[in-house]
């Protein structure tokens, strides 16, 4: 009995690893930018192109930056939840439309609805490294002093959105 | 006949093989300056793609490979050293991107781990070994101190019994 005993133990750690690593997502790599000042930009409107946004003039509140691409198959998923989001008008989301041709971005747009106050356009990616995009979608929680405080990696869930999202916003405008 | 054949196949082979060949032209040079290109291939091989993540940005082909090497290919032509350009991508993207991950608390397990399951195991190897041998010491010594001479006797007689044939 006391033969099986070593064996079983050293089972019983191993399935506990494997356990823990089947629950995490390797593609998810920890962002160093959480905490630290959202990198800044000044980038065309997609709608209006003449016009451009930066980064300050969006200081003073609290808001979401959510990478997008018409392209991106995931972003398609997670954009009803966006558009049902955006009603609650609980915290406004702009989104960078990354790597995309601005006639197909409109054209999602007006197809699916547009969740978006407006959206930038990153038309070469540039902005993207800046923000460590490496998987459209992402998503960055950005507080009133132009910190970012929480990146999603991947599409957004009403689960994200209950669990993550909507406590932050609480506590940051608090 | 057969040789006949055999001309007109590799005729055919020589004639599919033309196309082939002119278009089988050098890639260009990615850029006009040799030492920059070489700098950039080094950077690229030490530091990991995002998108596929066993791989360096210098084996990748995903589109942000391709970007990040362009950004590479940038600064390295405006003059930044290889560390600035390293920290630049650090900065973005975490010691992730790093192909051979920093010496730190966090990542202490990472390097030392592997040398102490191997200590471990040799540990484990040794204890086992000399439990063995001194089991069989034990039994050697139960046989009277005989040892093999005795025990091979034994079978012998067992074998040569009669009546025990197989």
Known sequence: MKKYLLPLAVLVIVVGFLGFGLRLDPREVPSPLIDKPAPPFRLPVLQDPAKTVSNTDLKGKVWLLNVWASWCVSCREEHPVLVEFAKQNIVPIYGLNYKDKSDDAKAWLARLGNPYVLSLVDEKGKIGIDYGVYGVPETYLIDRDGIIRYKKIGPVTPDTIREKILPLVKQLKG | ?166
């Open chain 2, 1 to 166: 006949m057969r040789s006949a054949l055999t001309a007109v196949l590799a005729a055919v082979a020589l004639l599919a093989a033309a196309p082939g060949s002119a278009q089988m032209r050098e890639a260009p040079p990615l850029a006009a300056d040799p030492a920059v290109e070489a700098r950039v291939m080094h950077l690229a091989s030490v530091l990991r793609c995002l998108v596929c993540q066993n791989q360096t940005l210098a084996d990748s082909n995903a589109e942000l490979a391709v970007d990040l090497r362009n950004q590479l290919r940038e600064q390295v032509k405006a003059g930044r050293s290889d560390e600035q350009i390293v920290d630049y991508l650090v900065t973005r993207y975490g010691d992730f991107v790093l192909y051979r991950p920093p010496m730190k608390a966090t990542t202490a397990l990472l390097w030392v781990g592997p040398f102490l399951l191997l200590v471990g195991g040799l540990a484990a190897l040794g204890l086992t070994l000399r439990r063995r041998a001194r089991a069989q010491g034990a039994m050697a010594e139960a046989d009277g101190g005989a040892g093999d001479a005795a025990a091979r006797a034994r079978a012998k007689a067992l074998l040569d019994e009669p009546g025990r044939s197989a």
